[in-house]
């Protein structure tokens, strides 16, 4: 079964751009320990500072839906509520 690719797209309501900046960094070291975790990368739009973005591998969806439900993603859900404008997510196969 190949790889899943995760790129997850989140806007900061722009009076929380440093809430919601902190809150994903603390997420890289604990989901970059967990099992199945390949690729956890935290990108900053250049041009938009409220527009961060997830480049993310598992090596199932599984391993996805397992870190889903991980406690440090339950607290981050938490920490920022009412803090972004929206999360887009979009489930990815390498296929070249």
Do not use: K
């Amino acid at each position: 079964m190949p790889n899943l690719t995760i790129l997850a797209h989140i806007q900061a309501h722009p009076d929380h751009i440093t809430r919601v900046h902190d809150a994903l960094m603390a997420l890289i070291a604990p989901t970059r320990a967990e099992a199945g975790c390949i690729q956890y990368d935290l990108h900053l739009d250049t041009s938009d500072p409220a527009h961060f973005f997830f480049f993310e591998i598992w090596t199932s969806r599984e391993a996805w839906q397992a870190h889903m439900a991980a406690p440090h993603l339950v607290r981050h859900a938490a920490d920022t509520q009412g803090a972004t404008l929206g999360v887009t997510v979009h489930e990815m196969t390498q296929i070249g």
